[in-house]
């Protein structure tokens, strides 16, 4: 009841604040170098309810190289724009800024990630003040990106221990000059809607501390602002499941558990990979070789994987499906519509948490290479797996 009771008050505050804020129609017309006849969408960041205008994706159809866009918001804001040919995407973008009135937009296939072309504002401040400002980091993860392939073709994947955890706290490192660099920005910048909209982007692969720091140094016209309200609210709700928290023992519905609920950490484990994923998730189904190997090779020693699926009730059976056909050994859960992933504000698909033996988070989202590298050096393996 108290979930429930939460969930409708974080709407009602949706609907009033946007409600109280003025809608400005925008207009954007766009132009893409394909022959290729597919379609266009317009992708939100993070998560819908972000924007509250309109139902998303929006979609436009691929005429000659054009497309267009209309649509009402209340203040710049964020979006990554896609071409897909059925269901196949050709091209994403990076992110990139919508504000009112008319503006035009130029998409290059095999630009993946980069922010389009397209004159406003908000675009004007990222292409000049933001990315200036994050100019030597952004190189220095390109750095990082070139030396890590590199270092992969050399030792073919299989790169030795010291030398991956070299990489490992480099890539912490980056990220966290990456979390500073934004909160003197911010301090700098704190009507910024360029900022904000990138911290909503950040957000999206999981909460830590600093975000909260983050957030406090907006203007309090942003933050009382729709983007800013709802912002606060996940950031608040993700809290709960940051590194050192305790990770929340939810009661879901287990398989062959009859369909009755009941609590996901039921014995006592030195670490455990809370594995958040789901049915159609392309990403989430090719983790599981990886994972199934590391659980064979540490299980006996005291390793654990739950794994918790945010499928609907009417992809229970392609959950069960998915589940058999990739005999997949550890315990499973459903989170039926990702009532308790919305909770902890789960944005992305796969994620994980790694929690240690009193329930703590330790590593958020670790890749299956970070994994085996963290549980040879913490735990004793089971050699004849």
Not at 140 to 160: C, H, L, M, V
Not at 179 to 185: M, P
Request: net charge positive; proline share 4%.
């Amino acid at each position: 009841m108290r979930n429930i009771i939460f969930s409708l008050g974080l709407n009602l505050i949706t609907l009033l604040s946007f409600s109280q804020g003025a809608h400005y129609r925008f207009r954007l017309s766009g132009f893409i170098n394909t022959r290729d006849t597919g379609q266009m969408v317009l992708i939100t960041v993070n998560n819908n309810s972000y924007y509250p205008s309109q139902e998303y994706p929006l979609t436009s159809k691929v005429r000659n190289g054009r497309f267009l866009f209309t649509g009402y918001i209340s203040y710049p804001t964020g979006y990554v724009i896609g071409f897909r040919i059925n269901n196949s995407w050709e091209y994403l973008s990076g992110l990139f800024f919508i504000d009112s009135g008319e503006q035009t937009i130029r998409c290059e296939m095999g630009n993946n990630r980069v922010s389009p072309n397209i004159i406003n504002g908000p675009m004007t401040e990222l292409q000049s003040n933001y990315n200036l400002s994050f100019l030597q980091i952004n190189e220095a993860f390109k750095q990082y990106d070139k030396a890590r392939d590199s270092i992969q073709a050399i030792y073919k994947g299989k790169i030795p221990p010291d030398i991956h955890k070299s990489f490992v706290d480099r890539k912490e490192e980056l990220h966290k000059q990456s979390d500073s660099t934004l909160l003197v920005y911010v301090k700098e910048h704190p009507n910024s809607y360029v900022a904000m909209w990138s911290l909503i982007d950040e957000f999206s692969s999981g909460y830590i501390a600093v975000f909260d720091s983050i957030y406090s140094v907006f203007s309090e016209k942003l933050r009382k602002s729709n983007v800013g309200i709802i912002l606060k609210q996940q950031l608040d709700s993700a809290s709960i499941s940051c590194i050192g928290c305790t990770f929340p023992n939810v009661k879901l519905v287990k398989r062959f558990g009859k369909y009755k609920p009941e609590y996901i950490f039921n014995e006592s484990c030195k670490y455990i990979l809370v594995d958040i994923w789901f049915s159609h998730c392309g990403p989430c189904i090719d983790q599981f070789p990886k994972f199934k190997a590391i659980y064979a090779q540490y299980k006996q020693s005291g390793f654990q994987i739950i794994g918790i699926s945010t499928d609907s009730k009417a992809e229970v059976q392609n959950w069960e499906k998915v589940i058999s056909k990739n005999n997949l050994p550890w315990p499973q859960y459903i989170d039926i519509d990702g009532t308790f992933s919305k909770r902890i504000s789960i944005t992305e698909w796969p994620s994980n948490f790694l929690l240690d033996n009193s329930g703590k988070v330790i590593k958020r989202n670790i890749s299956s290479e970070d994994l085996k590298y963290f549980l040879n050096q913490n735990i004793t393996a089971n050699l004849d797996q």
